[in-house]
């Protein structure tokens, strides 16, 4: 039997160690390569593009030639106001890329030696980063999986036998059940969509699959609609999982890393952010044959090429 990928030593190219070990320096050299890519690091002004620019090293800023606004490396990104050194947040993305089904915030907390709360927007600020890769061209083609997985609305049994209601009833119901809808290409990759009904998937897949694909899906009624648009396979999971080649397979490990996720690391997740969870695990599923220091070195990219969040922002203000 072949080895998996995460026990190689192909999946380990990057370590807290060596982080920590380059030192402040080393990491903030890698978000100026980060943001200024073309340039091999050397500033670029983000507001008028002037390539001269003054280096104001004792405090880690520059300042325009042409227009003498002054900047730095986080400016206009999703970094922006930031207060971490730069070694603890290429720490963050270090933690956040080795955990395959993803990191507590109270571990995160500990490890960066910040506050919860700190590490609960730093990290969403990263799945924000995440999801701009995730959504980039959302039209997919081939063979496309479709499969929705409920999540949250969890409701207590009363402790007494006599006062326990029945849970499936709607009137029972607490309102922050939700259905997470993904669209996966077969050895391609995955979309996911936070609904309220997993029939809202048939509108989905009608907006972000190409007509020359092909589908998959299960035997719920809802997909009956599907075959109206494309050639669609369908297997009865009460029966089996895969019929000759007929399965929703890849759709099924996406959801099985997102329960993980939510189930065994997070344990709860509010329905206001589930989007973020389950385009955290679609991006560590797409990549998931790319090693550690891959992962860190493309977040960090992405990171450093979003904009200012306007979820986040203000969060410490109650603003979010």
């Not at 390569?33 to 090293?57: H, L, N, S």
């Not at 970094?79 to 933690?95: E, H, N, P, T, Y």
Request: with cysteine; charged share 25%.
């Amino acid at each position: 039997m072949a080895q998996h990928f995460l026990l190689s030593a192909a999946s380990r190219t990057l370590s807290l160690r060596q982080i920590y070990k380059a030192g402040e320096d080393a990491a903030y050299q890698t978000f100026c390569k980060m943001r200024w890519p073309e340039t091999d690091g050397q500033a670029v002004f983000p507001r008028c593009g002037c390539c001269e620019t003054y280096d104001i090293a004792t405090r880690r800023k520059f300042k325009c030639k042409a227009c003498h606004h002054q900047f730095s490396v986080t400016s206009g990104t999703i970094f922006a106001s930031r207060k971490m050194d730069f070694v603890d947040l290429l720490a963050a993305i270090c933690i956040l890329v080795n955990a395959s089904k993803g990191v507590s915030m109270v571990q995160l907390s500990r490890d960066l030696d910040c506050q919860y709360k700190t590490a609960f927007v730093l990290a969403h600020k990263l799945r924000e980063a995440m999801a701009q890769e995730v959504h980039t061209g959302e039209v997919l083609d081939g063979h496309v999986e479709i499969d929705g997985a409920y999540f949250g609305g969890h409701i207590r049994p009363a402790n007494e036998k006599a006062e326990r209601v029945d849970r499936r009833r709607k009137e029972h119901q607490t309102g922050k059940r939700r259905v997470v809808v993904v669209l996966r290409e077969r050895k391609g990759r995955a979309l996911p969509f936070v609904t309220m009904a997993e029939a809202e998937g048939v509108d989905l897949a009608k907006e972000h699959v190409s007509r020359t694909a092909t589908m998959s899906a299960d035997e719920a009624s809802h997909w009956d609609l599907l075959h109206a648009g494309w050639p669609v396979d369908r297997v009865n999971h009460s029966i089996c999982y895969s019929d000759h080649g007929k399965h929703t397979n890849m759709a099924e490990s996406y959801f099985s890393r997102l329960r993980r996720m939510v189930v065994g690391q997070h344990h709860h997740v509010s329905p206001r952010y589930l989007h973020q969870y389950a385009n955290h695990a679609a991006w560590l599923e797409d990549k998931r044959r790319v090693s550690n220091g891959g992962l860190a070195i493309t977040l960090a990219a992405n990171a450093m090429g979003a904009p200012v969040s306007r979820t986040w922002a203000g969060y410490w203000q109650r603003a979010a």
